[in-house]
Each structure stands twice: as structure tokens, then as C-alpha cells.
């Protein structure tokens, strides 16, 4: 499973971006897929899930994400998603998406475990000023 992120850049506080994670060599139906940032000091946390398409596509956030996050994927294009609003400084970080490992969808403590894992592609930097 190869998954690259994409789509960061700089933006203003209140301001928007779409990141993108582009499955290769499999199709991101078939897997739960999650968005994850890590900050500068601060510990890998999950921020958005995708279940697989036989799970019924579900989504799950976090508390602190709903409403502001919104994870989507088309497989047309084989990707996944991540649609940011109304941003503020402290989502500055780094995003990365990947697989999340769960038996049946997405849930916080696949994604907690997923973020406690060693192995991660590149990432994509997101900076919000002030």
C-alpha cells in the first residue's frame, strides 16, 4: 500500500485547503484510509478516517476535528481527500495519510494506533498565520 500526500501550502488564518493522498498500486477503496498531522514537538495525531468501501465508506473525526475537517475520496482517482477549513495557526503541521489496520472501520483507536506507528510516507506542510 503506497500512499503520497499532497496539496499543502501557506494560508491565512479562516483560510482553506484540500489535501490530497494518492493511492498507487491498489485501489483506496479497498482500505480504510486516514489523514494524520504531526506539529513541531507535539506527538502524530489522527484527524480524519475513511472506511473502505465494504465497510459503507464511513467517516469518523475526532471531536476536535468535526466540523472543520471533512474527508472524502473519489475512486475514480483513486484518492483520498482532506477538505480544511476556517484555519487556524495551530494546524500547522505536517499531514500524512495512510492505511489505518482496523477490523471492521475506522474508530479513534485505529487511529490512534495507526499514529503511534513508525512507518510513514512524505507528507505534505500546512502553515496557517496569524
Known amino acids: 500500500v503506497q500512499l503520497q500526500a499532497s496539496g499543502g501550502g501557506s494560508v491565512q488564518t479562516g483560510g482553506s485547503l484540500r489535501l490530497s493522498c494518492v493511492g498507487t498500486?491498489?485501489?483506496?477503496?479497498?482500505?480504510?484510509i486516514g489523514w494524520f498531522r504531526q506539529a513541531s514537538g507535539k506527538e502524530r495525531e489522527g484527524v480524519a478516517c475513511?472506511?473502505?468501501?465494504?465497510?459503507?465508506?464511513?467517516?469518523y473525526y475526532p471531536d476536535s476535528f468535526k466540523g472543520r475537517f471533512t474527508i472524502n475520496k473519489d475512486n475514480a482517482k483513486n484518492t483520498v481527500y482532506l477538505q480544511m477549513n476556517s484555519l487556524k495557526p495551530e494546524d500547522t503541521a505536517v499531514y500524512y495519510c495512510?492505511?489505518?489496520?482496523?477490523?471492521?472501520?475506522?474508530?479513534?483507536?485505529?487511529?490512534?494506533?495507526?499514529?503511534?506507528?513508525?512507518?510513514w510516507g512524505q507528507g505534505t506542510l500546512v502553515t496557517v498565520s496569524s
Open positions: 495512510a492505511e489505518v489496520p482496523a477490523p471492521i472501520r475506522c474508530s479513534g483507536a485505529a487511529l490512534g494506533i495507526r499514529a503511534d506507528s513508525d512507518s
Open positions: 498500486g491498489f485501489n483506496v477503496d479497498d482500505y480504510h
Open positions: 475513511v472506511s473502505s468501501g465494504s465497510s459503507g465508506g464511513r467517516t
